[in-house]
């Protein structure tokens, strides 16, 4: 199975991903908003996604005005 793992703690993000990798699975670690919000691929290859829905808005997230987004990053 194939993990991503994103939260700004860096600390928590080496020790879940520790934790998971010595269970065997695969697992990539993205700290910053900004690297995965334009890069669907990024989510599109994995199978299971944790991430933390408190992380910073990155600057180049749209916001997009009259419609539902489902954005959870403030």
């Known amino acids: 199975m194939r993990?991503?793992?994103?939260?700004?703690?860096?600390?928590?993000?080496?020790?879940?991903?520790?934790?998971?990798?010595?269970?065997?699975?695969?697992?990539?670690?993205?700290n910053k908003a900004s690297e995965y919000v334009n890069n669907e691929d990024v989510i599109n290859d994995r199978d299971l996604v944790i991430i933390d829905l408190m992380m910073r808005k990155p600057a180049e997230l749209v916001v997009r005005t009259n419609?539902?987004?489902?954005?959870a990053l403030y």
């Not at 419609?67 to 954005?71: D, V």
Request: cysteine-free; glycine content about 6%.
């Open 3 to 30: 993990i991503l793992v994103i939260d700004d703690d860096r600390f928590l993000t080496t020790s879940i991903s520790r934790s998971l990798v010595n269970y065997g699975y695969d697992v990539k670690v993205i």
């Open 67 to 71: 419609e539902e987004t489902g954005e």
